[in-house]
């Protein structure tokens, strides 16, 4: 019933950049905090970037200063724009809504940082 739909992920070298982006569902979207994460291997999934409906916004330290979480209400659409990208950074991201203990998830997008 309710969807999440990741785009924007590939192949970038070290420095690089890439913008992800995360198409919701109308119904949830307005009242929804929504976020980013993402999960390597052998490692735990982890908190990326997280914006409410009020704009209150939420790093990762790993990512500060180098990430940006952004949301477009008219588009119902949530980004992440990723600059000087690090081998790190390599994972499956997943976009996120949640609301209380309401939580939906998306497919996930691979990212991948190589020279």
């Known amino acids: 019933q309710v969807q999440l739909v990741e785009s924007g992920g590939g192949l970038v070298q070290p420095g690089g950049s890439l913008r992800l982006s995360c198409a919701a569902s109308r119904s949830i979207f307005s009242a929804y905090a929504m976020g980013w994460y993402r999960q390597a291997p052998g490692k735990q999934r982890e908190l990326v970037a997280r914006?409410?409906?009020?704009?209150?916004?939420n790093y990762a330290d790993s990512v500060k200063g180098r990430f940006t979480i952004s949301r477009d209400n008219a588009k119902n659409t949530v980004y992440l724009q990723m600059n000087s990208l690090k081998p790190e950074d390599t994972a499956i991201y997943y976009c996120?809504?949640?609301?209380?203990?309401?939580?939906?998830w998306g497919q996930g997008t691979q990212v991948t940082v190589s020279s």
């Open positions: 914006i409410t409906s009020g704009d209150r916004i």
């Open positions: 996120n809504g949640n609301w209380a203990i309401d939580n939906y």
